[in-house]
């Protein structure tokens, strides 16, 4: 008896320290079913995708959630075709304003009664928005560089030119 009620105390104290980590992580974390349905979800998605409530964004399907519904089923078929997790980068849903971009990770558990999928969320939407900038900033280096290209040739045309009629001159 004493036994079985450490156990009980082990078992207890091992779901709290889960329960805190899984709440607080910096990542957003979602387990999913087969059907789509969000069974578990922590504070740090719900916030990323900018839901009032846990509660709220578990009512939701799974599917909902992308920007393009498709890719959730291209990476649920990822994932069942093999043992190691799926990942991309894409655009989520974000209640009230433009979608965020997202690193997804997604492996499967297999449970005793059921399969979950266990989701891993990091925005990436300010990386992605850097990442625009600097494309932006080399194009318009390399146009610069082709303008100064241009006008160095313009100049070497002149100095040459200039340079014919002092000689012509003289």
Sequence with gaps: LTWTREAERVGREAERRFRAFFDTSEVGVMHTLRDRRLVECNQTLVDLLGCDSRQELMTMEADRLFED???????????????????????????GAK????????????????????WSVVDI?????????????????????????????????????????LVDAI
Excluded at 72 to 94: F, T
Excluded at 102 to 110: A, C, G, H, N
Excluded at 138 to 149: C, H, N, S, V
């Design 99 to 118: 979608p965020i971009w997202v690193r997804v990770s997604v492996k499967r558990l297999d449970e005793p009664t059921r399969t979950v999928s266990e």
């Design 69 to 95: 519904p498709t890719e959730y089923a291209a990476l649920m078929s990822e994932v069942d075709r093999g043992s190691q997790p799926a990942e991309r980068d894409l655009a989520l849903w974000r209640r």
């Design 125 to 165: 939407t300010r990386q992605r928005q850097a990442e625009a900038r600097a494309a932006g900033l080399r194009a318009e280096l390399e146009r610069r560089q082709g303008d100064r290209g241009a006008l160095v040739q313009e100049i070497e045309g002149f100095a040459e030119k200039s340079a014919q009629q």
